[in-house]
T-cell receptor, first 112, second 112 residues
């Protein structure tokens, strides 16, 4: 099993550009989440999904969209990139709400 | 939102025990987790404890939970240089949602 796979690993964007961060898991996990990690702030929840077709907002959802058309994939879209979105983004998944989350290796995103 | 606090830095000598502390505010937390992050990598689940437990031991790791004081600790016995990393405490405040609130992380440095 590959676990949780995130692509790309690194990306540089210009302000105003859009892009999609990909996340895929092959463990048949129902729950998937996106977090961002900023220096000195730990990880903060952006959006999450409790199953295919169901998504909800986390602590810091503004400027991001998600969809969950399949169990395996949970892409994160930046609609119009801003320098404040420079961060490391982590995707995570778990079998259910009571099970530990497993994290991908992250996408390091810089917005110029 | 929930507040999870950790001290930022800890240094120990190789072979000594390390104790990393965490406090949280949500008394309805269901699970509490410890994750390890090595430089440039994702988060690795170390251990977790259910809120109705006081202690959990797993090889060199011991987790203690004081629910009355909302205090969680991670003890690493016989600390090795490979244990140098950032350690994150996280709480899951809602049953069934599994959305984690993270502390800022404690950077553990092991001195040979």
């Amino acid at each position: 099993n590959a676990g949780v796979t995130q692509t790309p690993k690194f990306q540089v964007l210009k302000t105003g550009q859009s892009m999609t961060l990909q996340c895929a898991q092959d463990m048949n996990h129902e729950y998937m989440s996106w977090y961002r990690q900023d220096p000195g702030m730990g990880l903060r929840l952006i959006h999450y999904s409790v199953g295919a077709g169901i998504t909800d907002q986390g602590e810091v959802p503004n400027g991001y969209n998600v969809s969950r058309s399949t169990t395996e994939d949970f892409p994160l879209r930046l609609l119009s990139a801003a320098p404040s979105q420079t961060s490391v983004y982590f995707c995570a998944s778990s079998l259910s709400g009571d099970q530990p989350q497993h994290f991908g290796d992250g996408t390091r995103l810089s917005i110029l | 939102g929930e507040d999870v606090e950790q001290s930022l830095f800890l240094s120990v000598r190789e072979g000594d025990s390390s104790v990393i502390n965490c406090t949280y505010t949500d008394s309805s937390s269901t699970y509490l987790y410890w994750y390890k992050q090595e430089p440039g990598a994702g988060l690795q689940l170390l251990t977790y404890i259910f809120s109705n437990m006081d202690m959990k031991q797993d090889q060199r790791l011991t987790v203690l939970l004081n629910k009355k004081d909302k205090h969680l600790s991670l003890r690493i016995a016989d600390t090795q240089t490979g244990d140098s990393a950032i350690y994150f405490c996280a709480e899951a405040p809602q049953t069934g949602a599994n959305n984690l609130f993270f502390g800022t992380g404690t950077r553990l440095t092991v001195i040979p």
